[in-house]
């Protein structure tokens, strides 16, 4: 069932509609016999290249993206451990009342992520201020008996959140170029009419199988099917790995809460 469900996430209607697209014109080539035979080089030069550099981009953003998630939850980890651990006097509540904070804050971070760039301003001022709550929260820690050194280190903590904070953001906001992104989709379209006369010339290979129907039509439109579902499908998983955590695609980046709950054993 897995394997369905990761075919259907790099199948869509563009898949099929370039593939009909490619079939038709490789039908209109075959009956009008009109056979070139175009350079299949240009066909790496013109897409296949952009979109492999634009899928290296895109996973090299999801890496990062990892990384600084990873960074988010060491330092919120850190910031927990000094305010449960250290203070000398420390009233049970605070202990309770700090996780809340950071879960809190970890679930506007998780909304952020999986918003709409167009809605997602309110999310980041939501997260700006639960920041806030937990940089005040540090300052009453000082009447439970905690050192003022541990302060600034929880308030270090909270600074590092920010930086990896904002670095989610730039993945969040600028992605792949809209002029390559461009170009490679209007390639995609142009691609199976431009080079139907190509498939129509592989086509005559197979007219020993005249005698074979099926079997001559199912080889002749084989070659235009297949080159059109690799080429889409490559940029499918572009388009997948452009956004990683809109929780859409497998490979997403997901911020687990019942995760973050358990890393903070009071």
């Known amino acids: 069932m897995k394997f369905f469900k990761d075919f259907y996430y790099i199948t869509n209607f563009k898949t099929f509609f370039v593939t009909f697209l490619a079939i038709s014109a490789t039908y209109v080539c075959i009956e009008k016999e009109i056979h070139a035979d175009l350079p299949l080089a240009l066909v790496s030069i013109a897409i296949i290249f952009p979109v492999v550099f634009a899928i ?13 998630l990873a ?39 998780k909304s952020f992520l999986e918003s709409n760039p167009e809605e997602s301003k309110s999310f980041v001022r939501d997260i700006y201020v639960d920041i806030k709550a937990l940089s005040e929260f540090s300052k009453t820690l000082l009447k439970q008996g905690l050192h003022g050194r541990s302060v600034s ?37 142009v691609f199976p009419v431009l080079y139907a006369p190509s ?42 790995l452009e956004h990683p955590f809109d929780q859409f695609g497998s490979d997403d980046i ?13």
């Open 199 to 240: 498939f129509a010339l592989l086509a005559t290979n197979f007219e020993g199988l005249a005698g074979y129907f099926w079997l001559g039509i199912f080889f002749s439109y084989l070659i235009p099917t297949l080159y059109t579902i690799i080429l889409v499908s490559l940029d499918n998983i572009q388009t997948q």
């Open 56 to 68: 290296n981009s895109a996973y090299a953003r999801r890496e990062q993206g990892l990384v600084s």
């Open 71 to 109: 960074a988010c939850k060491g330092f919120m980890n850190g910031f927990y451990r000094i305010a449960a651990d250290h203070p000398k006097d420390l009233d049970p509540e605070k202990s309770v009342e700090c996780k809340e904070k950071i879960i809190n804050l970890f679930n506007s971070l």
């Open 153 to 189: 280190r929880m308030i270090v903590f909270l600074t590092r959140f920010t930086v990896a904070f904002e670095e989610m953001q730039m993945i969040f906001y600028y992605r792949t170029p809209i002029g390559l992104k461009a170009y490679g989709k209007i390639f995609l379209v």
């Open 254 to 266: 997901r911020v687990d809460l019942d995760e973050i709950e358990q890393m903070l054993i009071s």
